[in-house]
């Protein structure tokens, strides 16, 4: 038996997330078979992300321009989960919160099996 309390259940997500020539992002991948109203994905960041180019945040924006989802980071940090909406398209932004700037930012696309 499969309950979902809230959102859409979602079977089989997965993740289109464009890194080539990225210097802050290099993977990112799902674990599970099913997910209800967002996805946790596991996102590898460069070695150098939150040293070099300084990222403190990760913040997830919905296709309508919303605020979804954020998380910090610590300096040396490489890998992190966020939580992507169920399906449709998103955008993670790498940001440095100390001088309030966008390091870099990737569209993200998540499909998978939509069950009502």
Not at 6 to 13: A, E, F, I, K
Not at 77 to 104: D, K
């Amino acid at each position: 038996m499969i309950t979902a309390s809230s959102g859409c259940l979602t079977l089989n997500p997965s993740v289109n997330f464009d890194t080539a020539g990225s210097t802050v992002f290099e993977t990112a991948s799902v674990s599970g078979a099913l997910a209800t109203g967002q996805v946790a994905t596991t996102v590898t960041l460069s070695s150098n992300a939150t040293t070099s180019h300084g990222v403190t945040q990760l913040n997830v924006i919905t296709s309508d321009g919303k605020s979804f989802y954020k998380t910090t980071l610590d300096s040396g940090e490489s890998t992190t989960t966020v939580m992507l909406p169920t399906n449709g398209t998103a955008t993670v932004v790498a940001v440095n919160t100390i001088n309030a700037t966008t390091v870099e930012s990737r569209n993200v696309t998540i499909t998978g099996d939509q069950v009502v």
